[in-house]
């Protein structure tokens, strides 16, 4: 029998015996997930963007969008693993560079493709590791060392190609960054493939509940007998992984190496972490998030170029949406 309302004590037993009680439980849930409000500001972008072009929402366009948002998003996966341990990596542009002008030098110069593409992709990680140790062992602030890192990674680029693109590459190379499978384009599928794993190791695995702890209280995962530098080495190693397999894409796609390629990515990557809901100060935010903040990016400089908005304006845009969302992290996180 249902009880009466004069029966039920407080609020929260009176909405239990409503029909649908659960509902509020769920929407309080969505709500509070760090990818809800970069979700409704993607869709808001999308739509506003669907009604200022006409030439927007078309197979071709959207195919385009994220063909070119995979490259960032790819970055913004390692990018992510650091954030989440209160870090930053400011080298990924550059180390994408790097690898992406290494792999095409050795494929030039005969070396068969899985040592060329596998060295390209060692380097990025062997990067990563290098900031990892200076971070998480020699306690050196992470701005400051992937700063320099990032000059010396761009230094060994032009050193190793003269400061002249590498072309000649081999014509089944364009598969990486041009190619189809089942009609979805490879950068795509590579890009999914990569939140994939992200996505399993960071929600379904103990390092992801670790990278959470490490950014939340740091101290007391190390008062806990955690190991707190393993990890914090784990994901600098990933970021340098991440930075390379970008560039593989990069150089598979324009078919050469380029290396001034990856200026400002970092920056990109960064703010498609802060704007899906990952707090900058560490401990909060989903892979998910991350995905969708690198896709409003993509949707906002494709409509923005397609309204013919000034390069100068669209930089201005883009950073006052950077900082609303860094406010609202605080916000959200106080």
């Known amino acids: 029998m249902r009880p009466q309302a004069s029966e039920l004590n407080s ?18 849930q969505m709500i ?13 972008v999308t739509t506003f963007m669907i009604f200022a072009s006409d030439n927007f929402l078309t197979a071709a366009n959207l195919e385009n969008i994220v063909r070119q948002v ?8 390692g990018m992510t693993c650091v954030i989440l341990t209160a870090g930053i990596d400011l080298s990924v542009g550059p180390v ?3 690898s992406g002008t290494l792999s095409a030098g050795l494929l030039v110069a005969g070396v068969p493709a899985p040592l060329a593409i596998g060295a390209g992709l060692a380097v990025g990680a062997a990067f990563g590791l290098g900031n990892g140790i200076l971070v998480a062992y020699l306690q050196m602030p992470p701005i400051i060392v992937t700063l320099a890192t990032m000059g010396i990674a761009r230094g060994l680029g032009l050193l190793y190609t003269d400061g002249y693109p590498i072309s000649g590459l081999p014509e089944w190379f364009a598969f990486f960054g041009r190619g189809k499978v089942l009609g979805v384009q490879v950068p795509i599928l590579i890009m999914l493939a990569t939140y994939l794993l992200a996505w399993v190791m960071l929600q379904h695995t103990r390092i992801g509940r670790y990278l959470y702890a490490i950014g939340g209280n740091e101290e007391a995962v190390r008062l806990s007998g955690i190991r707190a530098a393993r ?9 340098g992984f991440t930075a390379a397999l970008a560039g593989l894409v990069l150089s ?10 990856g200026a400002s990515f970092e920056l990109d990557a960064i703010a498609a972490v802060v704007l899906g809901g ?4 560490g401990g909060r935010g989903v892979i998910l998030g991350t995905l969708v903040g690198a896709m409003l990016l993509g949707v906002l400089n494709n409509g923005l170029n397609m309204l013919g908005v000034s390069p100068y304006v669209q930089s201005v845009i883009k ?16």
């Open 96 to 98: 994408m560079a790097l």
């Open 11 to 28: 609020p929260s037993d009176r909405a239990a015996a409503l029909p649908g009680a659960a509902r509020p439980d769920w929407a309080r």
């Open 252 to 261: 598979s796609r324009l078919m050469s190496g380029q290396p001034n390629a």
């Open 231 to 239: 990890f914090k080495l784990l994901v600098y190693a990933i970021s």
């Open 70 to 77: 995979s490259i960032n998003a790819i970055i913004a996966v």
């Open 32 to 44: 509070r997930s760090p990818a809800f409000y970069p979700f409704v500001g993607l869709l808001l």
């Open 278 to 281: 990952a707090s900058i100060a």
């Open 319 to 334: 950073g006052a949406i950077i900082l609303l969302a860094i406010f609202i992290s605080r916000q959200r996180r106080h």
